[in-house]
């Protein structure tokens, strides 16, 4: 087994909490144990949210698409929205 980038194992480690499904967090332990390769490409950087939103490889991970990594980018849009329109309402 190589050698994990420790700030890798970190981040990791961060999606063991509660926070994180139980499904999750197997596929993390397994990814530890199994692939340390595949965990360090999902885990070395966060997935950005570029002119055609968010695009890349589904699965565990800050470097992936999944409901946390969505749910993250929807939280900072919502906040960069009521930041620059305060107190406006939806007009739909």
Request: aromatic share 10%; net charge neutral; proline share 4%.
């Amino acid at each position: 087994m190589s050698a994990l980038n420790p700030a890798v194992l970190e981040a990791a480690k961060a999606w063991l909490t509660p926070t994180f499904d139980q499904q999750t967090q197997e596929q993390i332990h397994k990814l530890i144990e199994q692939d340390p390769a595949e965990l360090e490409d999902c885990f070395y950087k966060s997935l950005e949210f570029g002119t055609g939103g968010m695009r890349g490889v589904m699965g565990v991970g800050t470097n992936r698409i999944n409901r946390y990594t969505l749910g993250k980018n929807t939280q900072g849009l919502s906040n960069y929205i009521k930041k620059v329109y305060p107190g406006e309402q939806a007009r739909w």
